[in-house]
């Protein structure tokens, strides 16, 4: 099993960043993907998750800027951030899981899969 986030960067406040996480060796389409970010000094936090009939779900600080998606063809899971804030910097993680779906609450022990991490810096 393999999850492999990209798509970090450095923006100014106000721009965007597209986040891709690449699957492979599971079954995709029976998998529930959430993206969980850890800033500086702090704990991992869940983003937003997507499960595999497409129910979503965005946490409050990031619901109207940020967008899942899934390509079930592709394998592959998308997070596209838009209106970014300095708060939003943070080593950004996706994460597999068969046994919840989306909405379920966005804990870390929920996911038995996990990517390296992409960083999204945002400053001016």
């Known amino acids: 099993v393999q999850l492999q986030a990209s798509g970090g960067g450095l923006v100014q406040p106000g721009g965007s960043l597209r986040l891709s996480c690449a699957a492979s060796?599971?079954?995709?389409?029976?998998?529930?993907i959430a993206w969980f970010r850890q800033a500086p000094g702090k704990e991992r936090e869940g983003v937003s998750c997507?499960?595999?009939?497409?129910?979503?779900y965005y946490v409050d600080s990031v619901r109207g800027r940020f967008t899942i998606s899934r390509d079930n063809a592709n394998n592959t899971v998308y997070l596209q951030m838009n209106s970014l804030k300095p708060d939003d910097t943070a080593v950004y993680y996706c994460?597999?899981?068969?046994?919840?779906?989306?909405?379920?609450?966005?804990?870390?022990?929920?996911?038995?899969?996990w990517g390296q991490g992409t960083e999204v810096t945002i400053s001016s």
């Open positions: 997507i499960s595999g009939s497409g129910s979503l």
């Open positions: 060796g599971f079954i995709f389409r029976y998998y529930t």
């Open positions: 994460a597999a899981t068969s046994h919840f779906s989306c909405p379920s609450p966005l804990k870390v022990g929920n996911y038995d899969y």
